[in-house]
């Protein structure tokens, strides 16, 4: 099996960091008994961005050393950083579009532990910033698909999600590795609407965790994650539709066992713990061949892994309308 790690779109740093330059889960919700909840739900692909929000400007936050710039996303253009940070999937702030730029900024990302544990041999709490100090940050300009059937294109800052968790010498009995998002009533009160059970838990195999593209996300467009996008360390698998992307994590545990994922447990129907991006799959409430770009008007085809076909042999043998 050939995995290739080669990115095939080198860039230019100048083409890419400056911001200035680039400067409908309703019925579902409903079964869920939360029709009458005052929730704001956008449905897939049919809002646009919002115009204005309290999402801090770029210059706002502090810059990034970063090293290396590669693209993983051919000839497309990055979208806006107003896009990028002002329309958001995140419920513990809010469950409108707009709501986790405005209300994120409660979150405390410093100071900020991460603990690991489960099936290694180098368990323990560990302060974010000894986890990130052996790290080179570098920029990697991904497509982010989301289950909605909306896209993006993103510039993450971060390095190789395989070199951190090989630091925790994962076991022979580590099949799968769970990634914990933080639930602090105090700092996302909204978590008390209840609209998911918290905290928000995501998994992978271990093998996809290893594979090149998985990435920790630190940043984007050269500055420091913005609270709304995930701050201050999140996962990419730009393959996956987007909710497999843990945000603010705060636990990271080695599994023997499949583990339990958030929308996979409330939705298995809809939600698969795989959750490939597949044009050929339907959601059961919408069509997964196209997509709206934000910023752009017309729809375009959706692609298989979201365009990572390097991806495929980890799932040689399996049937992907079932694992979705």
């Known amino acids: 099996m050939l995995i290739r790690s080669t990115p095939p779109f080198p860039i230019a740093p100048s083409e890419i960091t400056p911001e200035a330059v680039h400067a409908d889960r309703r019925q579902f919700l409903a079964r869920l008994g939360l029709a009458g909840a005052g929730l704001a739900l956008t449905g897939c692909g049919e809002a ?11 210059a706002e936050l502090p810059a990034l050393a970063v090293g290396q710039k590669r693209n993983f996303a051919g000839d497309e253009t990055p979208s806006r950083y107003q896009d990028i940070t002002e329309y958001n999937n995140y419920y513990e702030f809010g469950t409108d579009k707009s709501e986790p730029a405005r209300n994120a900024g409660s979150l405390r990302t ?3 532990t991460v603990m690991v544990d489960g099936e290694c041999e180098a368990p323990g709490p560990l302060d974010l910033d000894a986890l990130l100090k052996p790290h080179a940050l570098e920029e990697r300009i991904y497509r ?3 289950v909605e059937a909306w896209s993006m294109v993103v510039p993450w800052v971060g390095f190789p999600l395989a070199d951190l968790l090989k630091r925790f010498k994962p076991t022979s009995k580590a099949k799968f590795v769970q990634f914990f998002s933080l639930a602090d009533e105090q700092q996302m009160p909204l978590i008390k609407r209840g609209v998911l059970p918290y905290p928000y ?3 992978l195999r271990i093998d996809e965790a290893l594979h090149p593209l998985a990435f920790v996300a630190v940043g984007l467009y050269g500055r420091v994650l913005p609270n709304q996008n995930g701050a201050p360390i999140r996962v990419i698998t730009p393959w996956k539709y987007g909710f497999k992307g843990a945000k603010s994590i705060v636990r990271i545990h080695f599994t023997e066992r499949q583990p339990e994922t958030t929308w996979n447990a409330i939705g298995a129907s809809e939600y698969g713990f795989y959750g490939n991006v597949n044009p050929d799959v339907d959601h059961p409430r919408w069509s997964q061949a196209s997509e709206r770009r934000l910023g752009e008007l017309r729809r375009r085809p959706t692609l298989m892994f979201n365009g990572y076909p390097e991806v495929a042999p980890l799932y040689a043998g399996m049937d992907l309308r079932r694992y979705y």
């Open 48 to 58: 646009a961005p919002p115009a204005a929000s309290a999402a801090p400007a770029a």
């Open 110 to 112: 410093r100071p900020w």
């Open 144 to 146: 982010l698909r989301c």
């Open 201 to 203: 838990r995501e998994g």
